[in-house]
């Protein structure tokens, strides 16, 4: 519930180029609501990655978020991603 209907089709050119114009079709096909909605799930993944920041949802309930930091890590390495993790909620939460 609360989704968009999308998929995507990859494969290699020779086997893509043999369906013709119109060939591939459905009923949710070229929904302009779920592509805006595609459109802009990209661009947040994008601005995500340029930030180091790419979060993976987990529990039973996909309803907590996984934090795993190597053992290894610097304070400074720490308050980075803190800092970045701060950035990232204040942009969705303003």
């Given at each position: 519930?609360?989704g968009l209907?999308?998929?995507?089709v990859l494969?290699k ?11 591939v079709?459905g ?16 661009d947040?993944i ?5 930030r180091g920041?790419?979060l993976?949802?987990?529990?039973t309930?996909?309803?907590?978020i ?11 390495e ?5 800092a970045?993790?701060?950035e990232a909620?204040d942009?969705?939460?303003?």
């Amino acid at each position: 519930a609360a989704g968009l209907p999308l998929s995507g089709v990859l494969g290699k050119a020779e086997i893509m180029d043999f369906a013709h114009d119109g060939a591939v079709g459905g009923t949710y096909v070229g929904n302009p609501v779920a592509q805006a909605a595609a459109l802009a799930v990209l661009d947040v993944i994008e601005a995500a990655l340029e930030r180091g920041l790419l979060l993976l949802k987990a529990g039973t309930y996909s309803n907590c978020i996984r934090v795993l930091c190597p053992l290894v890590i610097t304070d400074a390495e720490l308050d980075e991603a803190l800092a970045v993790w701060e950035e990232a909620l204040d942009s969705i939460l303003a």
